[in-house]
Antibody
Framework: DVQLLESGGGLVQPGGSLRLSCSAS????????MSWVRQSPGKGLEWVSA????????YYADSVKGRFTISRDNSKNTLYLQMNSLRADDTAVYYC???????????WGQGTLVTVSS | EIVMTQSPATLSVSPGERATLSCRAS??????LAWYQQKPGQAPRLLMY???IRATGVSGRFSGSGSGTEFTLTISSLQSEDSAVYYC??????????FGGGTKVEIK
């Protein structure tokens, strides 16, 4: 079974940094583009970033470009999201997600909550 | 960026009745549309992809239709466990992947 387990969330002050991790199992991790999707409290889903299987192709939402960095370590089956210059509107549950045969997201982690507040 | 618009925002339906949810894309996305179900405190769950293909384990009460810019998710006979928020998502042109704002389905 596919399993995705996020970690690294927490409370951080505005302007601070946090690194999220997503540990993957049950599939050939290196063969898949992996995405981060976030959901602000009481709001809808927002795609944040994606990285190709080899780590070479990287994409960001405009709202996080220049502040967030996605990466992966295929030897550890782990996806990362380095978040810098955090703002209050980055407060959200962050999910990692795996695509199906195309970019619909067929598996999601349970999410990790990031709260940006002073 | 392709904008996805869902309607209505909230749908209240009696048990056993049909629920019809709509999703519109700002430009043609062919059939590159997915639907997700999200219950409180849970991660989204894939229901449908390619507009009309049910994901593994999804009840046959769920069906999807449409292509181009207009799409529909139908729940044929609403059960209490179907109470959730439903999101559509396009994957035809990305980045970015884009989601609709969601439709909350309530049981009357």
């Amino acid at each position: 079974d596919v399993q995705l387990l996020e970690s690294g969330g927490g409370l951080v002050q505005p302007g601070g940094s946090l690194r999220l991790s997503c540990s993957a199992s049950g599939f050939m991790f290196s063969s898949y583009v992996m995405s981060w999707v976030r959901q602000s409290p009481g709001k809808g889903l927002e795609w944040v970033s994606a990285v190709g299987g080899s780590g070479g192709n990287i994409y960001y939402a405009d709202s996080v470009k220049g502040r967030f960095t996605i990466s992966r370590d295929n030897s550890k089956n782990t996806l990362y999201l380095q978040m810098n210059s955090l703002r209050a509107d980055d407060t959200a549950v962050y999910y990692c997600a795996k695509p199906g045969y195309y970019n619909f997201l067929d598996s999601w982690g349970q999410g990790t909550l990031v709260t940006v507040s002073s | 960026e392709i904008v996805m618009t869902q309607s209505p925002a909230t749908l209240s339906v009696s048990p056993g009745e049909r629920a019809t949810l709509s999703c519109r894309a700002s430009q043609s996305i062919k059939s590159d549309l997915a639907w997700y179900q999200q219950k409180p405190g849970q991660a989204p769950r894939l229901l449908m992809y390619a507009a009309s293909i049910r994901a593994t384990g999804v009840s046959g009460r769920f069906s999807g239709s449409g292509s181009g810019t207009e799409f529909t998710l139908t729940i044929s006979s609403l059960q209490s466990e179907d109470s959730a928020v439903y999101y559509c998502q396009q994957y035809n042109k990305w980045p970015p992947l884009t989601f609709g704002g969601g439709t909350k389905v309530e049981i009357k």
